[in-house]
């Protein structure tokens, strides 16, 4: 099982960014996708999340309006689309799979204890 988080960088404010949640090993299309940030010095939050389905998604207030969620599961793959990006974006973000078995149409911005996780990828907005 492999989660492979690409598309951090470095940008300005206003900016955007794509991030990809590569996944394999798995069928993703019975697994919600959750992404997940964490700023130096603070806790881990969710951000955004999407079902099995891909019907269902879910923000963090934050991101509402700003982010968009989405999934191709023939590529097995989970984007995180990031526009109007703010300094307090910065964060390294990651993707989780939280089992849910197929044509789900809800998720939340948590996941249960055996969840797949990815490693990080960095993304940080200057002012």
């Known amino acids: 099982v492999q989660l492979q988080a690409s598309g951090g960088g470095l940008v300005q404010a206003g900016g955007s960014l794509r991030l990809s949640c590569a996944t394999s090993g798995f069928r993703l299309s019975y697994y919600a996708i959750v992404w997940f940030r964490q700023a130096p010095g603070k806790e881990r939050e969710g951000v955004s999340c999407?079902?099995?389905?891909?019907?269902?998604?879910y923000y963090e207030s934050s991101a509402k309006g700003r982010f968009t969620i989405s999934r191709d599961n023939a590529k097995s793959t989970v984007y995180l689309q990031m526009n109007s990006l703010k300094p307090e974006d910065t964060a390294v973000y990651y993707c989780a799979a939280d089992y849910q078995g197929w044509g789900t149409y809800v998720c939340d911005l948590k996941v249960k204890g055996n969840a797949y996780w990815g490693q990080g990828t960095l993304v940080t907005v200057s002012s």
């Open positions: 999407i079902s099995s389905s891909g019907t269902g998604t």
